[in-house]
């Protein structure tokens, strides 16, 4: 028996995936599970399991993306879906119609069978879900989450280290914008991880969304011990003015460089959700390092994490 048989699709309790908050540690499991079986087969051109095949999934992107449209595109075409993207910069939206009455026409025409959507107000994908009569996927929202983002990292570092329990994992950058480190904070703690966020005070929010994280404004106290060092850009369009001065100043004291990540494990690794700002939160030889930077085997774990996640709200509705 696989893994495509064995997972246990009806213990997940969610119709939707809003964030990694709603999941229990089972639930991230039975995801990071089938992501791991999608993601060894991913070369294999011939491999495409048709789970999804006569579903229409539509992409709803009311902010810009690389990664996560992209792989969600093609994740679910792996799985034999029809893709509707919506191009909201020639939509309507601009208009000024409401996201109500954009998703409603949608739902109307479309009839999905499955929405992601990424949006700049919190709570967006929470609101659509209570809309339609179809799984939700939070594709991220605000600073609020960013699930499959979450989850393709705690993939990454567990198909690279084995495992995540009783790493400590060190999240350095724009804390307090970030929905990637606010979902990372979530996993990393429900699957038995210890952490550290690194920051100065001006990018450290009023509260974490778990226990026991601790913080840091130095680097090298920080690091200590470390065994992988997410860095997080400086969401500047989340905010109206950046409160860092300096990017140059700011890579001084927090970009990672291989001198500042020898400050960490001997082999800890260095990991990003991307886009990455060379310069300011990383150097180029870091980046660019394949045996410290494990940051293109992130945006590659994106499509089989998205598999798993469409395969598991979806499958047996075709
Ligand atoms: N990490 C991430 O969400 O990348 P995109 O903005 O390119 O989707």
Redesign the pocket.
Known sequence: MNALQKINRTSFSHKHLIGIEDLSKDEITMILDLADYYADRLDDREFKPDILKGAIILTLFF???????TSFEFAAKRLGADVVNMDVRTSSANKGESLLDTIQTLNSMLRPDGIVI?HEEYGAPQFVSQTVPCPVIN??DSWHE?PT?ALLDALTIRRRLGNIEELRIAMIGDIAHSR?ANSNMHIFSKLGAYINVIAPEVLLPEKFPVQDVRTFSSLEEGLKDVDIVISDRIYKERMEHSPIKSESEYFQTYGITHEKLAHAKPDALLMA???IIRGVQLSDEIADDPDRSLILEQVRNGVPTRMAVMDILLKGKF
């Open positions: 902010e810009d993306s690389t990664r996560t449209r990424r594709a991220g960013h983002q990637v959700p991307g886009p």
